[in-house]
């Protein structure tokens, strides 16, 4: 891309690229768009209560969605560089969040505004498409992880996670093992305990 583009920008140029081939004209009314953000670690970026204004793409670090119901912390998602979240429900129904975004590195973040977004779906039809797409992805994965939290078995739940949740390898390399067991819905015990017996039984 031309220099007039930044390095944040041609990231994310990039990312959208990987489902609609965006020409730089297409991309320029996303650029002037984007907004950036940087959260210390242990900030949240929504907080309970609060509506989801926006669509967010992690440029560096790593952020944590969860709900706590009962006193007992559950895990919706992560996020980390290269991927992007939303509350969906919050943003889609201007509800407030049952969930807390949190960044657990000194994290820095792009994101669009709502009416920033509705505005280049109907001007736009490249991100249009783009968008669209994106959003797919993200609700097939997470229609996929809640198939495999039906699952009583952990060694099944393990084996699901590794099999059909796109980020899992992802997810593995970058993210602590006792959240990894959250996502999961199973004890961190029992997370290294099938996991030790998935790599013997494939080995």
Known sequence: MRDFFSAEE????N??????PLSENDFRPLAKAIKKKKLKKGENLLNIGQIETKTSFVLKGFI????????ELFTIDFALEGMSFNNFTSYMENSPSNQV???????????????????LLLQ??????????LFEQVHLEREKRSLLLQHKNAYKKYELFLTT???????????????I????GITAETYSRVKKEYLKNKN
Request: proline share 5%.
């Open 101 to 119: 975004q949190e960044a657990l590195t000194d994290t820095e973040i792009l994101y669009f505004e709502k009416e920033d977004i509705e505005h």
């Open 181 to 184: 067991a959250n996502y999961l």
């Open 15 to 20: 990312f959208f690229n990987q489902v609609y």
């Open 10 to 13: 041609t990231i994310l140029f």
């Open 165 to 179: 949740i796109p980020k899992a390898k992802i997810f593995l390399e970058q993210v602590p093992q006792k959240l």
């Open 124 to 133: 736009s039809h490249p991100f249009s498409y783009s968008y669209t797409k």
């Open 64 to 71: 944590h969605q969860y709900v706590t119901i009962e006193g």
